[in-house]
Nanobody, 129 residues
Framework: QVQLVESGGGLVQAGGSLRLSCAAS????????MGWFRQAPGKEREFVAA????????SYADSVKGRFTISRDNAKNTVYLQMNSLKPEDTAVYYC??????????????????????WGQGTQVTVSS
């Protein structure tokens, strides 16, 4: 069983920055493809960013491209989401997700919610104008 714990959320003014962290349990973290999703009030959860198990591939939603950066530290079993130039429309609960690619030979990223088996509880990010 994989457990994911997000941290780093909070209240920030527009134009500011936050770095979210997602700590994962399990000895095979280095084989997990990881992703970040978010859900704003009254809206469906949406894809934000993803990173392959090796860190060699990343993908981003158009709405965050150039402002957010996803990265991972396999030695620390942690994935990060650096968020810069934050906008009020970035306000949402941010969720970390993981999918074990061990044995699949897949080296890319996952974009859809159904592709991820494991989810964290979420961390709130609020951007004031």
């Amino acid at each position: 069983q994989v457990q994911l714990v997000e941290s780093g959320g909070g209240l920030v003014q527009a134009g500011g920055s936050l770095r979210l962290s997602c700590a994962a349990s399990g000895r095979t973290f280095s084989s997990y493809a990881m992703g970040w999703f978010r859900q704003a009030p009254g809206k469906e959860r949406e894809f934000v960013a993803a990173i392959s198990w090796s860190g060699g591939s990343t993908s981003y939603a158009d709405s965050v491209k150039g402002r957010f950066t996803i990265s991972r530290d396999n030695a620390k079993n942690t994935v990060y989401l650096q968020m810069n130039s934050l906008k009020p429309e970035d306000t949402a609960v941010y969720y970390c997700a993981a999918e074990d690619t061990l044995g699949t030979y897949y080296s890319g990223t996952y974009y859809y919610e159904y592709e991820y088996r494991y989810w964290g509880q979420g961390t709130q990010v609020t951007v004031s104008s």
